[in-house]
Structures are given as C-alpha cells and as structure tokens.
C-alpha cells in the first residue's frame, strides 16, 4: 500500500506564509518514479490542482491562481514534497491534499493523501 502523508497545515494571516510537507512510503512505491502535486478544496468547491513537479527533472508547473507565490519541490533522498506557500490570501483557504502518479499528476492521480487544513484569516 502506498501512503501520503501531509502535515504543516494550520492558521495563516493573510499575507504569511505556510510549508506543506507529504512524506510517502510503501514497499511498492518507488517515490523518485513518480510525479508529485498538491490540490485544493474550499468548502463549497470542487477539488482542484495548485502545482505539481515532475520525476525526470523536476520540472514545476502551477495554477494561474498561485503562480508566483507558491513553490513546490521534492526531496526525493527523504521521499518528501513540499509546498511553500507565501503572500497567503483567505482564498487560499482549503483542504490541500498531496497526490502522485507515475505519469501525469494533474490529471487523476493514483495516489491521495487525507489531506491537511488550511485557514487563511483577513
């Protein structure tokens, strides 16, 4: 079984900043093979992409609506992506969930984390 786990959520005022780590493990998982994202889902709405970084070199791709202020990298020596999230809005407000697919992460991914909170106050 493969597990994603976030954690770094919590409460942000608007204009900070948050780190958004998902450790993954699984005797089948090989972590460096495997395309890395973050989605989002605010109360209401559906869930939706916000980055993602491939396995072969690492290459970035964003939403529109975090470009610019949100980065994602990977460790791949500690099985761990990251999401660091600057100039926070209340819109950023959501349930972030980390995701990964030997292929293409922004489309279904395979794997899903539970998820971890984030409130960004005004």
């Known amino acids: 079984q493969v597990q994603l786990v976030e954690s770094g959520g919590g409460l942000a005022q608007a204009g900070g900043s948050l780190r958004l780590s998902c450790a993954a493990s699984g005797r089948t998982f090989t972590f460096s093979r495997n395309a890395m994202g973050w989605f989002r889902q605010a109360p209401g709405k559906e869930r939706e992409f916000v980055a993602g970084i491939s396995w072969t070199i690492s290459m970035t791709y964003y939403a529109d609506s975090v470009k610019g202020r949100f980065t994602i990298s990977r460790d791949n020596a500690k099985n761990t992506v990251y999401l660091q999230m600057n100039s926070l809005k209340p819109d950023d407000t959501a349930v972030y969930y980390c995701?990964?697919?030997?292929?293409?992460?922004?489309?279904?991914?395979?794997?899903w984390g539970q998820g971890t909170h984030v409130t960004v106050s005004s």
């Open positions: 995701a990964a697919d030997p292929y293409n992460v922004e489309a279904r991914p395979k794997y």
